[in-house]
């Protein structure tokens, strides 16, 4: 099996979650990570499973998450599993009403993600994932390394 690890990352926790999944995936199959901005669309149908994440930014993937995501074509991922993830902070964590309510109407990147790859004929291999960062920049709650390793192979199995 071969699998892609597509990720954009601002301050380099997405970029560590994203490789973590890549090492979680390794033990079953063939895997590359690439950053969103290098990957041409076209590409990701040579793949069995391809995994796509990004940071929460404004309750959404960033904008070359966006870009490469609205770049599919209907049925190019058609026979390729899929999956999404994201890197986000702990509303809980952060104690904000506003920040709350506001997580709780537009979500996180993760969602968007894997519609958007489904929406492109891809099957979904997991539900969309989130990995916590305990501040704007990072750096990641412990143990969520792990849990991407983990997670990647699940996606593998």
Request: glycine share 10%; hydrophobic share 45%; with cysteine.
């Amino acid at each position: 099996m071969k699998a892609l690890v597509v990720y954009e990352s601002y301050f380099g926790n997405t970029e560590k979650v994203a490789r973590a999944v890549a090492e979680g995936l390794a033990a079953h199959c063939e895997v590359s990570v690439q950053k969103a901005a290098e990957v041409r669309p076209e590409e990701l149908k040579n793949f069995d499973l391809v995994v796509v994440g990004s940071p929460t930014r404004a309750f959404r993937p960033t904008e070359g998450t966006q870009a490469l995501l609205k770049a599919l074509l209907a049925g190019l991922l058609k026979g390729v599993k899929v999956a999404g993830f994201d890197t986000r902070m702990d509303v809980k964590a952060v104690n904000n009403v506003i920040l709350t309510v506001f997580a709780g109407l537009f979500g996180y990147a993760a969602e968007p993600i894997g519609k958007a790859l489904v929406k492109a004929g891809g099957t979904q291999a997991d539900k969309p994932q989130g990995f916590i960062v305990l501040a704007s920049e990072g750096p990641l709650r412990e143990g969520e390394l792990e849990r991407a390793a983990a997670w990647g192979q699940k996606l593998a199995g």
